[in-house]
């Protein structure tokens, strides 16, 4: 496959640049994920397992049942007879339903601290949610063979102690594979980051040529830089007066230190006509300089006025929403309750530890809000959020097996039971009074509730929406 790839003519094969193995690295990870098949059969069989989980009446998993985990589950079939209790408690010992919790303190007696603090981080049912196996590595909770996959790669390169390459940290991969050229120039300046492009450098560590000398200016030697940078071929070319990096110094240590700042500094459009023209597409770079569709924008469309709205008659309106902080270990969330008029009813700000993922502190912002509602028995009702992933599953009818789907099936269950309560996704421009008790929130231990106020810049933004 090595030599399909890198290519081969009269049975000599040609020089093999990456390795396989490198290669076979997910491209959001800098590699072109080529498929190892070891892993990837792997990947299979673990399909296999999930499906014997989830469908442990079929006929496949009543058979392997009965040869090789008759008096368990096969996710312990190799484990003795004598368990101890850090394998089997039951999970109802480790849950205090009255307040709907976790029992840290039995937590910390039979996990380690890491463990406990993923645990407290799983969010428990308030109305009875059935219990189900969820897949921890995709956004979803299903099981991939992609995802396993990768996963299964993951462990390999853990096992063979191998470092991540200072080229992860300078290159935003997903960026680059997104860019709106030709597949042959992304494939270019892959090959560039990872500085396996046939330069008289390159061929000369390999005893192909004798020689490292550049071709064109004879002065330097012929390194990756020096091609598409600091060569006066390639300085022509950049100092050309509507070229958008044309005034920038000739000097960087690297291609990858070039490529973070091209990244950091050019817009999307500039920065794929500057790659256009680093690859060596002069054509595709000279049509490009004077054609503004050459290269098609990929900036967002005009919103339009985008802001809070207020609501008919005797309908209330509560704005929701979530941030988490790493520094703190803490995510907060904000709810903002108004009337039809636009004056404040209630503000609440309150906060969770640990730290929980955006999704689900989004998740968990929706369901105080709710509760909240509950508690004052308010009937007419619009939850508005701008967390659009929260807001399409609590809408739909599809189950949700990610590990936020414990929240969306409360706030579910309390939709069935209010009938006039609805909600609504809005942009963030028209849920800005939400998040900023959302931001507040991260400062309270406890939660804090205003009657008819706020906080002095919740209530500027409210006196300002309402004015509009």
Not at 161 to 173: K, P, R, Y
Not at 234 to 253: E, L, Q, R
Not at 354 to 363: L, R, S, T
Request: hydrophobic share 40%; aromatic share 8%; glycine share 6%.
């Amino acid at each position: 496959m090595g030599k399909f790839w890198w290519g081969s003519s009269n049975n000599k094969q040609k020089v093999q640049w990456k390795s396989w193995t490198s290669m076979g690295v997910s491209k959001k990870d800098g590699g072109l994920s080529f498929r190892d098949l070891e892993s990837f059969n792997k990947a299979m069989l673990a399909k296999q397992v999930w499906r014997v989980l989830n469908n442990p009446n079929s006929l496949v998993a009543q058979l392997l049942k009965q040869k090789y985990f008759k008096r368990g589950s096969i996710l312990n079939s190799k484990k003795g007879t004598n368990s101890s209790l850090v394998w089997d408690p039951s999970v109802s010992e480790l849950i205090d339903e009255g307040e709907c919790r976790w029992k840290k303190e039995v937590l910390d007696q039979l996990f380690h601290e890491e463990d406990v603090e993923k645990i407290c981080q799983i969010p428990l049912s308030k109305t009875g949610t059935q219990d189900k196996l969820m897949w921890g590595y995709t956004t979803n909770g299903c099981f991939t063979v992609r995802s396993a996959y990768y996963l299964q790669q993951s462990l390999v390169r853990q096992m063979k102690g191998e470092c991540s390459s200072i080229v992860n940290g300078l290159i935003d991969w997903k960026h680059l594979w997104s860019l709106n050229v030709p597949m042959k120039i992304k494939l270019s300046v892959w090959k560039a980051a990872h500085n396996v492009l046939p330069t008289l450098q390159n061929l000369a560590s390999k005893k192909i040529v004798d020689g490292d000398l550049c071709s064109i200016c004879k002065r330097e030697v012929e390194s990756l830089l020096h091609v598409i940078w600091g060569c006066p071929a390639a300085s022509d070319v950049w100092a050309m007066s509507n070229c958008p990096i044309h005034k920038w110094p000739i000097f960087f240590p690297d291609f990858r230190t070039l490529w973070f700042s091209l990244r950091s500094k050019l817009d999307v459009d500039s920065l794929q006509l500057v790659v256009i023209a680093a690859t060596a597409d002069r054509d595709l770079f000279l049509c490009s300089l004077t054609s503004t569709d050459a290269v098609p924008s990929n900036n967002r469309s005009d919103k339009g006025d985008i802001r809070w709205k207020k609501l008919e008659v005797r309908t209330l309106k509560a704005n929701w929403d979530a941030s988490v902080s790493t520094k703190l270990n803490r995510a907060g969330y904000g709810i903002i309750i108004r009337d039809e008029q636009g004056s404040i009813m209630l503000c609440v700000c309150a906060s969770h530890k640990p730290i929980v993922k955006p999704v689900m502190a989004e998740g968990l912002a929706l369901r105080r809000a709710m509760e909240v509602c509950v508690d004052l028995g308010l009937g007419r009702m619009v939850f508005e959020g701008d967390a659009q992933i929260i807001v399409q599953a609590v809408t739909s009818d599809e189950e949700i097996s990610a590990d936020y789907g414990v929240l969306v099936n409360d706030a579910r269950s309390m939709l069935r039971t209010w009938t006039q309560w609805h909600v609504a996704f809005v942009h963030r421009e028209a849920n800005y009074a939400a998040h900023q008790l959302a931001k507040l929130a991260l400062d309270y231990e406890y939660e804090k509730i205003w009657m008819e106020d706020g906080p002095m810049q919740v209530m500027l933004t409210v006196q300002l929406e309402q004015s509009m």
